[in-house]
């Protein structure tokens, strides 16, 4: 029996991540385990309010789940003391207003990722939230994969020795619309609706980057538009304004170089959606979603370029699959446990709506290097101390010649 309930407020829990990831993976989750234990040994129960534009799609959603509370009067909600946090899972152009109603509320606040469609609109969040003086948290799922958490074990053991370089490639083939369904929604290809696939995933590569690595100090980054024209989901064509996908490169503080593909417009040869490979003195490693490869110094091959005489190293064979010795629950959900501890015994949260600006700082400065042509630089941001945007962010020529 859980000594407490917290109620939860779930805007936009009808949609791709707020039904799956959100209520599903994370809410029902919780509630079905008995709640989230507190370091005292207790248990903090959690109770869904959800909240969408459509009474039927909630009521079927409710029913479905066995959820007593939805409703469509997020104002009502926001005024309702029994909801003390209130969660964002909008598209991404919805999602400042409903913030900013809900920091005037004084919930706490919870929410996807991009916080903001702009850097301004993401700090001003911050800002607000730092000022009305309300938890606040945003969504940093990357890092709770257990490809990833394998990959922190290994930098915290020192087995890499100097990390040099991470080379990283996330992306698939997002169908068209036309002869087959695209398996995306079709706002993620209109840059006035808050899509591109910088905006979508430089916020995670910001904080996948500043955790593991060091904070990113530079970027230079080529947007492009490779499919104009796309078939939405009542069969219309539309024009993708949208980049969908984009080629960059990191400069990270304390010297490591990091370069990440992200494309919908790729076909897979990798074992999985994304992949990070990070070069060291000591050795070097393959992460993935899941999985984690390993291939230390003194395990390394001699290959030599010789195009007269095929290769006769199996190079897949030479790495070394690390072993699965711990039990990975979805990241979502394991995120979500924390916050609510933030939010009910103020247990650490690093992962806050400023950390969300710098996600939204790195998407635009790699828009403006885009547009521009040039690496920019990254300045930092405090919440009072904003430099300007990103389009007038101080640049600088890359270093070296020819890149
Ligand atoms: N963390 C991740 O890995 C990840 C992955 C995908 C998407 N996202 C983010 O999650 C958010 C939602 O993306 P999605 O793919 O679930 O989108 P979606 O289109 O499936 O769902 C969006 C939700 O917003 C609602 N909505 C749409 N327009 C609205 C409006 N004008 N006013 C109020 N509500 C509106 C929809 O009804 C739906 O419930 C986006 O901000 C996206 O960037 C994060």
Same mark, same amino acid.
């Given at each position: 029996?859980?000594?407490?309930?917290?109620?939860?407020?779930?805007?936009?829990?009808?949609?791709?991540?707020?039904?799956?990831?959100?209520?599903?993976?994370?809410?029902?989750?919780?509630?079905?385990?008995?709640?989230?234990?507190?370091?005292?040994?207790?248990?903090?129960?959690?109770?869904?309010?959800?909240?969408?534009? /459509?009474?039927?799609? %909630?009521?079927?959603?409710?029913?479905?789940?066995?959820?007593?509370?939805?409703?469509?009067?997020?104002?009502?909600?926001?005024?309702?003391?029994?909801?003390?946090?209130?969660?964002?899972?909008?598209?991404?152009?919805?999602?400042?207003?409903?913030? &900013?109603?809900?920091?005037?509320?004084?919930?706490?606040?919870?929410?996807?990722?991009?916080?903001?469609?702009?850097?301004?609109?993401?700090?001003? %969040?911050?800002?607000?939230?730092?000022?009305?003086?309300?938890?606040?948290?945003? =969504?940093?799922?990357?890092?709770?994969?257990?490809?990833?958490? &394998?990959?922190?074990? %290994?930098?915290?053991?020192?087995?890499?020795?100097?990390? +040099?370089?991470?080379?990283?490639?996330?992306?698939?083939?997002?169908?068209?619309?036309?002869?087959?369904?695209?398996?995306?929604?079709?706002?993620?290809?209109?840059?006035?609706?808050?899509?591109?696939?910088?905006?979508?995933?430089?916020?995670?590569?910001?904080? =996948?980057?500043?955790?593991?690595?060091?904070?990113?100090?530079?970027?230079?980054?080529?947007?492009?538009?490779?499919?104009?024209?796309?078939?939405?989901?009542?069969?219309?064509?539309?024009?993708?304004?949208?980049?969908?996908?984009?080629?960059?490169?990191?400069?990270?503080?304390?010297? =490591?170089?990091?370069?990440?593909?992200?494309?919908?417009?790729?076909?897979?040869?990798?074992?999985?959606?994304?992949?990070?490979?990070?070069?060291?003195?000591?050795?070097?490693?393959?992460?993935?979603?899941?999985?984690?490869?390993?291939?230390?110094?003194?395990?390394?091959?001699?290959?030599?370029?010789?195009?007269?005489?095929?290769?006769?190293?199996?190079?897949?064979?030479?790495? +070394?699959?690390?072993?699965?010795?711990?039990?990975?629950?979805?990241?979502? &959900?394991?995120?979500?446990?924390?916050?609510?501890?933030?939010?009910?015994?103020?247990?650490?949260?690093?992962?806050?709506?400023?950390?969300?600006?710098?996600?939204?700082? %790195?998407?635009?400065?790699?828009?403006?290097?885009?547009?521009?042509?040039?690496? +920019?630089?990254?300045?930092?941001?405090?919440?009072?101390?904003?430099?300007?945007?990103?389009?007038?962010?101080?640049?600088?020529?890359? /270093?070296?010649?020819?890149?």
């Amino acid at each position: 029996m859980a000594e407490q309930t917290i109620g939860i407020i779930m805007n936009g829990a009808s949609g791709r991540m707020g039904y799956r990831q959100h209520l599903v993976r994370s809410i029902l989750a919780i509630r079905e385990q008995g709640g989230v234990e507190l370091s005292d040994g207790t248990r903090v129960q959690v109770e869904p309010l959800l909240v969408g534009r /459509s009474e039927a799609k %909630l009521a079927e959603l409710a029913a479905r789940h066995g959820i007593e509370h939805y409703t469509t009067d997020l104002d009502a909600a926001l005024a309702d003391d029994r909801w003390q946090i209130y969660a964002d899972f909008l598209v991404t152009k919805a999602r400042f207003p409903a913030i &900013k109603k809900a920091i005037a509320a004084g919930k706490a606040i919870y929410t996807e990722k991009p916080t903001a469609e702009s850097f301004e609109d993401a700090l001003e %969040l911050a800002r607000l939230a730092t000022e009305a003086g309300i938890k606040n948290g945003v =969504v940093h799922d990357k890092l709770y994969l257990p490809g990833l958490r &394998k990959l922190k074990r %290994l930098i915290d053991s020192g087995f890499f020795g100097q990390i +040099l370089s991470v080379r990283g490639e996330f992306g698939y083939w997002v169908f068209e619309g036309d002869w087959h369904p695209a398996q995306r929604p079709s706002w993620n290809y209109r840059s006035e609706d808050g899509g591109g696939i910088i905006v979508d995933m430089f916020p995670h590569w910001n904080y =996948v980057l500043e955790n593991l690595f060091g904070r990113v100090e530079s970027v230079y980054a080529k947007a492009v538009t490779e499919i104009p024209q796309r078939v939405d989901e009542q069969g219309e064509p539309y024009a993708a304004t949208a980049d969908d996908a984009a080629y960059a490169i990191f400069e990270l503080a304390g010297g =490591v170089t990091a370069q990440l593909n992200s494309s919908w417009t790729t076909r897979v040869n990798r074992d999985e959606l994304v992949e990070f490979q990070v070069d060291g003195t000591l050795g070097s490693a393959v992460v993935g979603l899941f999985g984690c490869k390993i291939q230390p110094r003194n395990a390394t091959p001699k290959p030599v370029w010789n195009p007269d005489i095929p290769d006769t190293i199996d190079y897949a064979s030479t790495w +070394l699959e690390t072993p699965e010795t711990e039990v990975f629950e979805n990241g979502f &959900k394991v995120q979500w446990e924390d916050f609510i501890r933030h939010v009910v015994e103020d247990a650490p949260n690093d992962y806050d709506f400023l950390a969300g600006a710098r996600g939204m700082l %790195l998407a635009e400065t790699g828009l403006a290097s885009s547009a521009q042509g040039r690496r +920019l630089e990254v300045p930092e941001v405090t919440v009072d101390g904003a430099p300007d945007s990103a389009s007038g962010a101080e640049a600088s020529e890359l /270093s070296g010649a020819g890149a």
